[in-house]
C-alpha cells in the first residue's frame, strides 16, 4: 500500500525559504511519476511540480518555476521541494502523490485517491 508522510511545513515571512519532505513506503518513489501538490482555503488543487519516473525530467508550474526544486533521495526513498523566494500566494497544504501531466489542459493531475496527512505552509508577515 502506497503511503506518504509530507513534512516540513511551518511559517514563514514573504522571500523566505522552506524545504518539504515526502517520505514514501509501500514502494520505490523511482518507480512512480510522484508531484507535489498544494491546496489553499477556497482553491481548487494545484499540482506544483514533479519528477517523472520514465527519464528523471521534472515539471513545474509556471508560477513556481525559477523558485522551487523538486529533488529525491533514493535511498531514502525521500522527496523534498526546495522553496524559495515564497510569497503569500504560496500559502496552502502541501501533499505528494502520484501524478500525471494533463496532456489536454495542461498541469499535474493526481492519479491516486490516497493522500497523506500534509504539511502546511504558510507566508505572511
Known amino acids: 500500500q502506497l503511503q506518504f508522510v509530507e513534512s516540513g511545513g511551518g511559517l514563514v515571512q514573504p522571500g523566505g525559504s522552506l524545504t518539504l519532505s515526502c517520505a514514501a513506503s509501500?514502494?520505490?518513489?523511482?518507480?512512480?511519476?510522484i508531484g507535489w501538490f498544494r491546496q489553499a482555503p477556497g482553491k481548487v488543487l494545484e499540482g506544483v511540480s514533479c519528477?517523472?519516473?520514465?527519464?528523471?525530467?521534472?515539471y513545474y508550474a509556471d508560477n513556481v518555476k525559477g523558485r522551487f526544486t523538486i529533488s529525491r533521495d533514493n535511498a531514502k526513498n525521500t522527496m523534498y521541494l526546495q522553496m524559495n523566494s515564497l510569497k503569500p500566494e504560496d500559502t496552502a497544504v502541501y501533499y505528494c502523490?502520484?501524478?500525471?501531466?494533463?496532456?489536454?489542459?495542461?498541469?499535474?493531475?493526481?492519479?491516486?485517491?490516497?493522500w497523506g496527512q500534509g504539511t502546511q505552509v504558510t507566508v505572511s508577515s
Open positions: 502523490a502520484p501524478g500525471k501531466l494533463d496532456v489536454v489542459a495542461g498541469g499535474l493531475i493526481p492519479i491516486s485517491s490516497s
Open positions: 519528477i517523472f519516473s520514465s527519464d528523471n525530467s521534472t
Open positions: 509501500g514502494f520505490t518513489l523511482d518507480v512512480e511519476t
